[in-house]
């Protein structure tokens, strides 16, 4: 299958997103160009490597380059001080130099870390993102945010800092669990309804399929919301406007993955696609919205098998007085106020500022707007 490329247009730190089955044994060739010596380090976790890392390996050899690994434990926790820390004596005594590449090689643990360790690593070396999952794909491997969470929230330590490259093989969303595939379909969902109501209606029609496994759909569903962030970085690379769309469903969504300890109660594109829910509701309330838009979302999320809603997480939640307190440590808060992305309609996302408390603890209440 030959791959389609994106061109994420950022000039001197523009790069080429390239999707399509069989990357990884392709890597070689494909990263060889970048290199100014034949030697890369590659970043990646236990569970990935166990099942991507040989053949990495054996495609970078193959191009007759030489790699060294380092495998993180798997799982949110290993983006924290300890894992960054550990990532940068790693690639320091592995001698990564400043012309050298960086491997991120997993999901967007591992791509946030990776990038963010490339980041600060003698003052700024390449990297290269791999991403393995679908969320990765189609969402955290693009864009040069990079980062690391704290104990006051995900995120809040990180810099904008542009891969190289990305190879996006959608051949290796074969191997993931049929959980964590559902859960990136949140990140997929999204790009429909922030801004092209024509994807939002092929997801409706595909998106079953997509899930069950046709790996043509999977890779247009990657592409086209690849292009979508594409286009958006390229115009709002730091976040001072437009980019903030992106993030819809993403600040209700980081309260609840809080509220629920980054666990596996709650995966990070669920807490999106019930997030989004959330952010349409409120729009209705607020009045932005046609009643019928939140309902339409949950009949396709519930017809794919995702989780759509509050009840679809196990267990107590905190109520929604300490659920709007978890939000404003987000880094959407301006001056106290909340800010949140919301929608005039599924495919038309917009931002909206200090949004009324009561209005957000309503929705969370599940009271009839
Ligand atoms: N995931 C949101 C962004 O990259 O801006």
């Known amino acids: 299958m030959t791959a389609a490329t994106v061109d994420v247009a950022l000039g001197a730190r523009g790069y080429e ?28 976790d236990a569970a990935v490597a166990g099942l991507h890392l040989p053949a990495l390996e054996a495609a970078l050899a193959g191009a007759g380059i030489a790699s060294t690994a380092l495998a993180l434990p798997p799982g949110e926790a290993t983006k924290g001080w300890a894992g960054l820390s550990r990532t940068v004596e790693w690639l320091l005594e592995a001698r990564v130099e400043r012309r050298d590449i960086v491997l991120a090689l997993g999901g967007g643990v591992i791509g946030d870390l990776a990038g963010f360790a490339a980041a600060i690593l003698r003052r700024g070396v390449r990297y290269v993102q791999l991403p393995t999952t679908l969320l990765a794909q189609v969402d955290s491997s693009v864009g040069g945010k990079t980062g690391i969470n704290t104990a006051q929230g995900k995120n809040l330590v990180g810099a904008f800092h542009q891969p190289a490259l990305v190879l996006a093989d959608t051949g290796v969303l074969d191997t993931l669990p ?5 859960a990136g379909y949140g990140e997929v969902v999204k790009y429909g309804l922030l801004g092209d109501a024509g994807y939002f209606a092929w997801l409706e029609r595909h998106g079953a399929a997509l899930l069950a496994g046709d790996a043509a759909l999977r890779a247009e569903a990657v592409r086209r919301s690849v292009a979508m962030k594409a286009a958006i970085v390229a115009r709002d690379e730091t976040e001072t406007g437009e980019r903030a769309l992106l993030n819809l469903g993403h600040t209700f969504a980081h309260a609840l993955e809080a509220a629920t300890g980054y666990s596996d109660r709650l995966l990070h594109g669920e807490a999106v696609a019930i997030g989004c829910g959330l952010a349409l509701d409120l729009s209705v309330r607020l009045g932005l919205c046609r009643q019928d838009a939140p309902a339409r979302l949950r009949a396709h999320l519930d017809a794919v098998g995702a989780r759509a809603r509050l009840a679809d997480i196990p267990g107590d939640l905190p109520g929604a007085t300490a659920l709007i307190a978890l939000m404003a440590q987000d880094k959407k808060v301006v001056d106290g106020r909340l800010r949140f992305v919301l929608a005039r309609g599924i495919g038309a996302a917009c931002v909206a500022d200090d949004i009324p408390p009561e209005a957000v603890a309503a929705v969370l209440e599940g009271a009839p707007a």
Request: hydrophobic share 55%; charged share 25%; no cysteine.
């Open 17 to 44: 997103v390239r999707v399509g089955k069989g990357l990884i044994a392709r890597a070689g060739a494909e990263i060889a160009p970048l290199l100014a010596r034949p030697r890369v380090a590659i970043v990646t």
């Open 178 to 182: 049929a959980r964590d595939l559902r």
